[in-house]
């Protein structure tokens, strides 16, 4: 059973500093509208500009997953976004002041605490998720990271770590619902080596980190230039090993802390999918690179499978609308009428259906001896489906006409031949407003999918007769 999404009641702020640019930013998420996502929005740029929180904007992956979109960037999204997904939120604003998010005390345990505070509440829109139905996988053949998504009942997660060291060794993590990640992940926080941070230090970069942040292991002797280096960057006077190979006095929460960490970061750069996953996901020595990579695999699979899921529809049943209703909604005409009957209709989605024959007007010239239905035919007749949906929307459909606005991302898949049966479904992108219609929509024939766009078109009243 479907749920529906779920975005935030109120607006909550956080303030820190960024882990890498060590600037101060201030970040307030806000509720977002159904189907909206994930948006990071620079607030301190002119014209603020939205970078969505969506896998294809991945750019850089070293020390965290930085997105960039028309030249603006998001460093280290990986902490906030997992605390988002972890939280079961869909729809979300996420506004700063500053190119990187608070780093907090390194983990996610702050950002779930604020989302908290301003309550999560469900929307008047069906979630969409994404059921696993055979195995996923990708490797890095270079340094051996591999991760493996299979069927499961619910979202899951293990993660297996190793790095070679004395000091750290193998860890393994698993988080069994999401449920859990508050109690069980959401406090783990980021670590480094030691042979990490002196490059990092070295390189002018983790100028937000101090000891409250991050977890170093100390995996090598510390010279005395070294520990010069660490007292100016953490500004202590003094710092020491413990025990158990950590700078100075940080005490673990768990044994395996590491290990959660990176299931933490696995969360959050593979909420950049943007879809809800009824899967479990094995990690082996995961990494922001092998993570996003995955990411852009799955959405690829889910788009592909999404457009290819071909509705299947029982056409010797009566039609929901008739080709006399449909006339008494739609303004059209034959023989620019191109829908003959309405299969479904929601108040979010349409399913309209047009047999081709030879008959058509259009075959005369398109063409006189390989008669092909032109493919702006073809757009146009899910447009008219897209109005069936929007006219649907007021009490007195025929006082008004539909008019085309925009159609953009139109791909032509198969061609249309005399004897075939188009079936069209359209779906809402945004709710209806101010009578404007924006939909995706796919057009299928003989089990394949010939024809998407989004589409956009509004209505308007008919000019009164003087």
């Not at 939909?439 to 078109?457: D, H």
Request: with cysteine; aromatic share 6%; glycine share 6%.
């Amino acid at each position: 059973m479907n749920k529906n999404q779920k975005t935030i009641k109120k607006e909550v702020t956080l303030s820190g500093v960024g882990l890498h640019t060590g600037k101060k930013v201030s970040m307030t998420l806000k509720p977002a509208p159904v189907n909206h996502g994930y948006a990071f929005v620079r607030i301190d740029l002119e014209g603020k500009p939205i970078i969505e929180a969506n896998a294809e904007y991945v750019t850089n992956t070293q020390r965290g997953t930085n997105l960039e979109k028309n030249g603006v960037s998001i460093n280290t999204s990986e902490h906030v976004l997992a605390a988002i997904f972890a939280s079961d939120i869909d729809n979300i604003i996420i506004e700063m002041d500053a190119p990187e998010p608070p780093i907090m005390d390194g983990s996610s345990k702050f950002f779930m605490e604020a989302l908290e505070k301003a309550e999560i509440e469900e929307q008047a829109a069906e979630r969409e998720e994404y059921i696993v139905k055979e195995i996923i996988s990708y490797k890095d053949e270079n340094t051996g990271s591999e991760i493996i998504l299979m069927p499961a009942d619910e979202y899951q997660i293990t993660t297996m770590v190793d790095f070679g060291t004395k000091i750290l060794g193998t860890q393994n993590a698993t988080l069994n619902a999401l449920s859990d990640f508050k109690s069980e992940i959401s406090s783990a926080r980021t670590f480094s080596f030691l042979h990490e941070l002196e490059m990092l230090l070295d390189n002018n970069l983790i100028k937000g980190g101090d000891l409250n942040n991050a977890i170093i292991y100390v995996d090598k002797e510390i010279s005395e230039d070294t520990m010069s280096k660490l007292k100016k960057a953490f500004k202590k006077e003094k710092l020491s090993v413990t025990p158990n190979g950590i700078l100075d006095n940080l005490t673990l929460h768990w044994a395996n802390e590491a290990a959660r960490h990176k299931l933490l970061d696995v969360i959050g750069d593979l909420a950049l999918v943007g879809t809800r996953i009824r899967g479990k996901v094995i990690a082996n020595k995961p990494g922001h690179m092998v993570n996003t990579i995955f990411a852009k695999k799955l959405q690829k699979i889910i788009k592909k499978e999404k457009r290819n899921n071909v509705p299947n529809y029982d056409l010797s049943q009566p039609p929901l609308m008739d080709i006399h209703k449909i006339m008494s909604i739609l303004p059209h005409r034959p023989p620019f009428l191109l829908i003959d009957r309405i299969l479904e209709l929601s108040d979010k989605h349409v399913v309209g259906m047009k047999n081709v024959t030879m008959n058509e007007a259009f075959f005369v010239g398109h063409f006189p001896d390989a008669p092909v239905m032109p493919g702006v035919l073809q757009v146009e007749a899910m447009a008219q489906c897209g109005g069936i949906l929007v006219l649907s929307s007021v009490p007195d459909p025929e006082n008004y006409l539909t008019y085309f606005m925009k159609m953009d991302k139109v791909k032509f898949k198969q061609k249309v031949l005399p004897g075939d049966t188009l079936i069209f479904k359209a779906e809402l992108i945004t709710p209806i407003r101010r009578g404007i219609c924006h939909m995706q929509a796919c057009g299928y024939a003989n089990n394949k999918l010939v024809v998407e766009a989004e589409l956009m078109a509004q209505i308007a009243k008919k000019p009164k007769e003087e």
